[in-house]
């Protein structure tokens, strides 16, 4: 029976190894707390959407508008840390961790933004507000 019991006590051994990995990466996988972060805020306008005037827009539209024109972020080096689609009425708001970091969309096809690809800084608590104004060509 020594053997089993021996056994046995090295299951339990790596047992409570596995478990305590487990939980040391599970809290280095946590978010930083919100106070440990700044807040990257603004809103964005989209336009024009129509080539003429009167423009009638439904709701659904107006958000694929919007879902078409995702703002990353990324670190000065180019690796995208976030992404976030922009409300039509409340803009946007994404913690991040202080540091320098470049906001642009994806540029393809006619339009742009003037205002982009635009550097910030954040701090810790900090919030830094970054309105774009994204044109869409259409004309």
Request: charged share 15%; glycine share 10%; aromatic share 4%.
């Amino acid at each position: 029976m020594p053997g089993v019991v021996t056994g046995r006590v090295v299951f339990i051994l790596v047992l409570v190894i596995i478990i305590l990995a487990a939980a040391v990466f599970m809290k280095c996988g946590t978010p930083p707390a919100r106070d440990e972060t700044g807040t990257l805020t603004g809103n964005v306008s989209i336009g024009p959407l129509c080539p003429v005037e009167p423009c009638t827009v439904t709701r659904d539209q107006l958000g694929a508008v919007y879902a078409a024109r995702p703002l990353t972020i990324s670190t000065s080096a180019g690796t995208v840390v976030a992404s976030v689609t922009a409300d039509p009425e409340s803009g946007y708001a994404v913690a991040l961790n202080p540091g320098t970091y470049v906001v642009d969309i994806r540029h393809s096809g006619i339009g742009g933004s003037p205002d982009l690809p635009a550097t910030v800084t954040l701090r810790r608590g900090e919030t830094v507000r970054l309105d774009i104004s994204i044109d869409t060509g259409i004309r």
